[in-house]
């Protein structure tokens, strides 16, 4: 959730906005990029079948831009960097927003995803109206 005192970095194509950046989730971004010192690097949001509620979001770091590729530029008070999201996952985070949480449960990347319809207690699987099937117990013990 964003506090009252930050405001979303949006990612924007042509077409519409497509995924926004917290400005915590920008910066982290950032200073894993810096570290890999790889101008050529960007970050890929992917999203694959598993997790307990049937689709899991994924991040990587990442070289390759595929044709189909969705390229998005986040801009950041540090600098900017790339994003990439394959056809398949747009469908599934388009209007998302990329937080970064630090808690005491832990540190990690979540997605605030208005396409969900359910989503685990992790935070990490979610399930849209379109996906069939059904929900599965969490196997992260929420």
């Not at 010192?37 to 079948?49: E, H, M, Q, S, T």
């Not at 998005?72 to 469908?91: C, T």
């Not at 808690?103 to 359910?118: D, E, H, I, K, R």
Request: proline share 3%; with cysteine.
């Amino acid at each position: 959730m964003i506090k009252p005192d930050q405001q979303s970095e949006v990612i924007e194509t042509s077409e519409a906005t497509v995924v926004t950046f917290t400005p915590v989730a920008a910066a982290k971004v950032r200073e894993l990029l810096k570290e890999e010192n790889d101008p050529n690097l960007g970050l890929r949001i992917f999203v694959a079948g598993g997790g307990c509620s049937g689709l899991q979001y994924g991040m990587t770091l990442d070289y390759w831009q595929d044709e189909s590729d969705t390229e998005v530029l986040v801009k950041h008070e540090d600098g900017s960097f790339k994003a990439f999201i394959d056809d398949v996952s747009l469908s599934h985070v388009i209007r998302s927003e990329v937080d970064y949480v630090d808690s005491l449960m832990g540190a990690g990347f979540t997605v605030n995803n208005p396409n969900a319809v359910s989503s685990c207690g992790c935070g990490h699987s979610f399930k849209t109206a379109d996906d069939g099937g059904q929900a599965r117990s969490c196997g992260c013990g929420h």
